[in-house]
């Protein structure tokens, strides 16, 4: 009996062995299908509290990144129209730059191709300056005849105008256009490091009111100026202001040189020009916009709430004051001076002589002749558009620094005391605000009404 009851007593703790190995495997498997069902339904269960926080981040993540199409800031119109200008530079030889779609910056030529872009350089200025000097005479000549009108005047002084703004703009690239280029990658490293940390919702345009003119209208009618020339020219290559007049008899042959000639002169000028207005206005919308979502009374979401805070705030005003010192270090000195001058003498002869064809001779130069309402539709807007954004980026860092410049705490107003507003340069002379433009073009005005009144 003894026996059998130890005997007994071994089967059943066995059995207990065995049975406790076959409900831990069914356990496990439990487990693991309970694993697999909860991956594959992961909305149904609720997970535990680390889990949620990760997956509110990514969610917080994803829709902060979904929330814009803006990595450089600016809208992609404005880059379709960088891409325009830099490509038509490229094949006219106006600058030694290359469009990288890819990073959406502006590379630069090799060194040997820079030394040949060099040359040509020379040859083109100097045949700019002798063709302008030539045209000098010539008009010389116009003042001492008995005219009954002076839109031949005013249409020869165009001619002068042209070469004497290539031979500025090209004199603006030769000296700046390394540093330009340079700046325009920097201005959008900037933007892409800023809209990167702190962007959450970006609207349609950041370029308000006067840059969507600018960008939408006066780049593509400046663009269209180029055709305008070439139709002027084939249309009345006999013209006095157009070596062809000298020709007799002139066949058509003949017309290539001269439309090659001045196709070279227009696209040189105009792209330069082009090239200053939208680096003017990425630069005083890129600036405007941080300025205005930093000022310490904004309650705009469009930015992250940490982007307010003193500790971010002051010293991205600070890299803002770089950035605007940077861009007056490649632009005040002779490009915004050229750039003004271009825009005050295209303004004025343009007006005058769009007023004066509004006759029979708007239908005989047709289409050349849209060269003059474009010119004052093109000069207008343009120079508004850029003057009056460079005025408003300075009042914004005006209003910036007063916002945060009622604080109590001594050695944030020490700081900021230091820091100057931003502002855009025009040589040493000045600064640009609402008041110098508005002057501006009050003079042109009235320079137009006199002309019209004085010159018949």
């Known amino acids: 009996m003894p026996s059998n009851n130890r005997g007994t007593k071994t089967i059943s703790k066995g059995d207990k062995k065995r049975t406790c190995r076959k409900l831990e495997v069914q356990t496990n498997a439990n487990e693991l299908e309970t694993r697999i069902y909860i991956q594959n339904h992961a909305g149904i269960f609720d997970k535990p509290k680390s889990r949620q ?30 891409r325009m200008i ?14 990288n779609n890819r990073t959406k910056r502006i590379d630069r030529w090799s060194p040997v191709m820079v030394k040949f872009w060099k040359l ?3 040859l083109s200025v100097l045949q700019s300056m002798c063709m302008l000097l030539y045209h000098m005479q010539c008009l010389k000549g116009m003042y001492s005849r008995n005219l009954e009108t002076y839109r031949g005047i005013f249409a020869y002084s165009g001619i002068l105008y042209w070469y004497t703004c290539h031979v500025g703009y090209r004199t603006c690239m030769f000296l700046y256009e390394d540093d330009i280029r340079k700046y325009i990658n920097r201005l959008q490293d900037m933007n892409e490091e800023y809209v990167n940390k702190y962007l959450i919702h970006a609207d349609k345009n950041i370029e308000l009111g006067v840059g969507r003119m600018v960008v939408n209208l006066s780049i593509p009618t400046a663009a ?7 139709f002027l020219f084939l249309i009345k290559p006999s013209a006095p202001y157009y070596l062809t007049s000298n020709i007799k008899p002139l066949l058509w042959y003949a017309l290539i040189p001269g439309a090659l000639q001045d196709l070279t002169v227009m696209e040189h000028t105009i792209c330069t020009y082009l090239i200053l207005s939208w ?27 940490k982007f307010r805070q003193p500790n971010v705030a002051i010293p991205t005003y600070r890299v ?4 605007s010192s940077s861009f007056n270090d490649c632009m005040a000195s002779l490009c915004i001076p050229v750039w003004k001058f ?5 303004f004025i002869p343009s007006g005058y002589l769009w007023l004066r064809s509004m006759n029979r001779v708007f239908l005989e130069e047709f289409p050349g002749i849209l060269i003059y309402p474009f010119g004052v539709v093109n000069c207008f807007t343009m120079g508004f558009g850029c003057l009056a954004m460079a005025a408003r980026m300075h009042d914004n860092a005006k209003m910036f620094l007063h916002s945060w410049g009622k604080t109590t705490r001594k050695e944030m107003k020490k700081v900021l005391l230091s820091c100057p507003a931003l502002r855009m340069k025009v040589g040493k002379f000045y600064f640009i605000t609402i008041a110098t433009t508005v002057t501006f073009f009050e003079v042109l005005i009235h320079y137009i009404i006199d002309c019209i009144i004085t010159f018949p």
């Open 86 to 99: 830099v490509t038509i530079g490229m094949l006219s030889a106006n600058f030694p730059w290359r469009w």
């Open 320 to 323: 803002l004051q770089l950035m």
């Open 279 to 305: 680096l003017q206005v990425s630069h005083t919308s890129s600036m405007e916009f941080w300025l205005r979502e930093m000022h310490k009374d904004s309650k705009a979401k469009t930015v992250s709430d």
């Open 120 to 122: 040509y350089w020379y």
């Open 342 to 346: 271009s825009v005050a003498f295209g």
């Open 53 to 82: 926080k990760e997956s509110i981040h990514k969610a917080e993540k994803s829709s902060t990144l979904l929330a814009h199409n803006r990595p450089y800031l600016l809208s992609n119109a404005t880059f379709n129209r960088l």
């Open 224 to 230: 269209f100026q180029i055709a305008n020339s070439l």
